[in-house]
C-alpha cells in the first residue's frame, strides 16, 4: 500500500484529507527527515493499521534505519508520556510535583538529532492531547533553531493523518 492508494481510499467527503496528504507529503519547510519521520511516528499514534502500513511504505525508506526506529520511538514513548503527563497536569496538586519514575532514556538518546525527535514527540502529543508534553516539546524546537513554520507544518501532518485515521475507521466500521 502506498500513500496514493491511502488517498483513494478516502471517500469524497474527505477530500480536504486526500488534498492535504498530497501536499503534505512534500512540505517544504521540513527537511526530508523531519518530514517522513513526522508522517511515521504520527501514523503509529493513530493507531489504524492501514494508515501506518501505507505511510511506513511512502516513508520509511525515506529515513535511515536509526530515523525509522526514532520515530516508531517517539510514537512510543509518548504513548506513555502523554497519559501521563496529561494527569498530572490536569489533575494537579501533588501528582504534578512527584517524580514520573517512568523509564524514558530515549529521549535522551534518540539516535537521530535532538530536533528532528523532539519535533515527532510534538506531533504526537498534539494527537494524543497532551498540552503540558506540546508546550514542553515546542519550547525545546523553537529554542533548538526551528521556526514556528516548520512547528505548524508537524502539526499539520499530526492533524492530517489523524483525520485520515478517523476517515478510515469509521468507513471499516460502517461496511462491516
Known amino acids: 500500500m502506498s500513500l496514493e492508494s491511502l488517498r483513494n481510499a478516502l471517500p469524497e467527503y474527505a477530500k480536504d484529507q486526500k488534498l492535504n496528504l498530497g501536499t503534505l507529503s512534500t512540505e517544504p519547510s521540513l527537511t526530508q527527515q523531519q518530514r ?54 490536569l489533575v494537579g496538586g501533588d501528582y504534578a510535583t512527584m517524580p514520573a519514575k517512568l523509564r524514558m532514556n530515549v529521549i535522551g538518546k534518540p539516535g537521530v538529532e535532538k530536533l528532528d525527535f523532539e519535533l515527532w514527540s510534538l506531533a504526537v502529543s498534539a494527537i494524543n492531547g497532551c498540552g503540558m508534553c506540546m508546550e514542553a516539546h515546542e519550547r525545546i524546537v523553537v529554542q533548538g533553531g526551528l521556526s514556528k513554520e516548520q512547528v505548524q507544518s508537524a502539526v499539520r501532518i499530526a492533524a492530517v493523518v ?15
Open 36 to 89: 517522513a519521520g513526522t508522517f511515521v511516528a504520527t501514523a503509529l499514534a493513530s493507531r489504524n493499521a492501514r494508515v501506518i502500513r501505507a505511510i511506513v511504505a511512502e516513508f520509511g525508506p525515506q529515513l535511515s534505519p536509526e530515523a525509522l526506529n526514532a520515530a516508531k520511538a517517539a510514537a512510543s514513548v509518548m504513548g506513555m508520556n502523554n497519559i501521563y503527563y496529561r494527569f498530572s497536569h
Open 162 to 176: 489523524h483525520a485520515t485515521a478517523v476517515t478510515i475507521d469509521a468507513e471499516e466500521a460502517l461496511a462491516a
